[in-house]
């Protein structure tokens, strides 16, 4: 009994240290997002990056005086989009002279190495023009789009100016349009994008089009994650999803699910099987979410959270499930935009 006792001790004083040792953030690694704002009636973009370990966040580039800023879907005011990374230090954001002419706006892709390299200026490089790839484009929405693991293919979607002739674009690095995705039903639109990690394949997260600031029920399509290989996309798994991120491992994908009525705050994250498209495991967020980042260990995934008027970052654990809030976000307001994740030294 005496031997018992002693055990549930040891296990009693070692169980904090293991906890605690968990919720460690990963060191090395850091997260970049855009900050838009209102600055004297114009439009502002400062990119940051945010040290997970310290929860510090420094800007690395700010958009010139007169000009162009990073955005994303502003019809549904978020940043869905606009900004994205590719490691190890890759951030490809969409730059647009925002405040001209709309017909001006969001034509052109841009890519900043974080750090940079000796070769390359601080500023981000323009590496694709959108006007091939957009056809039928609405230029009052930054595209929503994702960069193959090879950096030379990018996955952009089309609205086109019918339900019909809504597709995603496989555009390669000289604009030219290498295949174009038909959506598979109409009344679709894409929600979020990510690639495989061998470039193979496309998750495509597609919701039910809202009619515009109208009540009442979307029209009636199949919504969920689908996968988009050399055919036809096909579904995946049935659901209500606001985000994606291929992973943990290569054959799994995280998507947060969106159960109930829109206006509920919670979401779920479900972990799915790409062999089988049943759910490996869930848990839960605490609000809208509108971008999601698997670190590159698959132990943490990084989540923006819209709650209560507010933009908020998160860490959540692989396995456990639970999150903790980064607190160093700079509190100069404006929305905020998800990137990814990117390491501190080059190697």
């Not at 502002?44 to 040290?51: A, E, I, N, Q, S």
């Not at 990084?302 to 499930?321: K, N, P, V």
């Amino acid at each position: 009994m005496r031997s018992h006792l002693v055990l549930l001790v040891a296990l009693s004083l070692c169980a904090p240290r293991v906890c605690a040792a968990a919720a460690e953030p990963p060191r090395g690694l850091a997260l970049v997002y855009a900050l838009t704002r209102e600055d004297g009636g114009r439009a502002v973009t400062t990119l940051y990056l945010h040290d997970v370990a310290s929860d510090q966040a420094r800007p690395i580039y700010r958009d010139p005086a007169e000009g162009a800023r990073a955005l994303g879907q502003a019809e549904r005011d978020d940043l869905l989009g606009a900004v994205r990374t590719l490691p190890p230090g890759r951030v490809y954001l969409v730059l647009g002279a925002a405040n001209a002419a709309p017909a001006e706006a969001h034509k052109a892709i841009h890519r900043l190495s974080v750090p940079p390299e000796p070769d390359e200026p601080a500023a981000p490089k323009r590496v694709l023009s959108l006007d091939a790839a957009a056809a039928g484009w609405r230029w009052g929405r930054a595209p929503l789009f994702a960069v193959a693991p090879d950096g030379r293919r990018f996955a952009i979607a089309r609205p086109g100016v019918s339900a019909a002739q809504a597709a995603i674009s496989i555009v390669g690095a000289d604009g030219a349009e290498q295949r174009a995705i038909p959506l598979p039903a109409e009344g679709l639109e894409v929600r979020d994008l990510a690639w495989s990690p061998d470039g193979a394949t496309l998750c495509c997260a597609l919701l039910p089009k809202t009619n515009g600031d109208s009540p009442g029920e979307p029209p009636l399509a199949r919504a969920g994650l689908y996968l988009a290989g050399a055919g036809a996309p096909r579904l995946l798994y049935p659901c209500y999803p606001e985000a994606v991120a291929w992973g943990p491992g290569a054959d799994e994908i995280t998507a947060v699910v969106r159960s109930g009525e829109p206006s509920a705050a919670a979401r779920v994250a479900h972990v799915v099987s790409v062999r089988s498209g049943e759910q490996i495991r869930e848990f839960s967020l605490r609000g809208p979410t509108g971008a999601i980042a698997h670190s590159p260990d698959g132990r943490w995934l990084a989540a923006h959270i819209r709650l209560e008027g507010e933009d908020q970052l998160w860490l959540h654990h692989r396995t456990e499930g639970w999150g903790t809030r980064l607190k160093g976000v700079p509190p100069e307001g404006g929305r905020l935009a998800l990137a990814g994740w990117v390491a501190l030294e080059r190697r």
